[in-house]
Antibody, heavy 125, light 107 residues
Framework: QVQLVQSGAEVKKPGASVKVSCKVS????????MHWVRQAPGKGLEWMGG????????IYAQKFQGRVTMTEDTSTDTAYMELSSLRSEDTAVYYC??????????????????WGKGTTVTVSS | DIQMTQSPSSLSASVGDRVTITCRAS??????LNWYQQKPGKAPNLLIY???SLQSGVPSRFSGSGSGTDFTLTISSLQPEDFATYYC?????????FGQGTKLEIK
């Protein structure tokens, strides 16, 4: 049973960076496809990036290109999401989620079935 | 990017009602459509994957249908614990994209 434990809440000033961690237990990180999704207060879910098994690489949403970096430390089974040049609009809850795949007929289907509890990041001067 | 549009944005219903939420993709996504339920202050919870496959542990009153561009999530008989926000999400291509959400409220 995969479990994801995220780091605690952060308060940052505009222009700073934040690094959120997501520790995996129950599986090794190398067996999982990790994604990051955020949710601003009162808003919907926004995909930030994640591992694309079709391409074999981590893909970032264009909106965050140049500001986000997603990394993994396989020695500790911990994934990280770092967001730089923070602004007030980045105030949100940040979730890590693993994307599983299942073969149905002749195709692989992907879905985010395990989520962390979320990390609140507040950007305020 | 594939745009996902849900309707309605909000919905009031009573316990025992049958409810349907619609999701439309901006291009064909075959059956690469997932549905999630989110309650306030909690992470999303997967309900349906591949348009119509029920995730393990999810009650059978939830069902999904559709393919191509048009999809539906149906709750056959609303229970008190079903009042939440529901999101569709496509996994046909990267970037993954979500619908804007449908908030289901008690009438």
């Amino acid at each position: 049973q995969v479990q994801l434990v995220q780091s605690g809440a952060e308060v940052k000033k505009p222009g700073a960076s934040v690094k959120v961690s997501c520790k995996v237990s129950g599986y090794t990180l190398t067996e999982l496809f990790m994604h990051w999704v955020r949710q601003a207060p009162g808003k919907g879910l926004e995909w930030m990036g994640g591992f694309d098994p079709e391409d074999g690489e981590t893909i970032y949403a264009q909106k965050f290109q140049g500001r986000v970096t997603m990394t993994e430390d396989t020695s500790t089974d911990t994934a990280y999401m770092e967001l730089s040049s923070l602004r007030s609009e980045d105030t949100a809850v940040y979730y890590c989620a693993t994307e599983s795949r299942q073969q149905l007929v002749n195709y692989y289907f992907y879905y985010m079935d395990v989520w962390g509890k979320g990390t609140t990041v507040t950007v305020s001067s | 990017d594939i745009q996902m549009t849900q309707s309605p944005s909000s919905l009031s219903a009573s316990v025992g009602d049958r409810v349907t939420i619609t999701c439309r993709a901006s291009q064909s996504i075959s059956s690469y459509l997932n549905w999630y339920q989110q309650k306030p202050g909690k992470a999303p919870n997967l309900l349906i994957y591949a348009a119509s496959s029920l995730q393990s542990g999810v009650p059978s009153r939830f069902s999904g249908s559709g393919s191509g561009t048009d999809f539906t999530l149906t709750i056959s008989s609303l229970q008190p614990e079903d009042f939440a926000t529901y999101y569709c999400q496509q996994s046909y291509s990267t970037p993954r994209t979500f619908g804007q959400g449908t908030k289901l409220e008690i009438k």
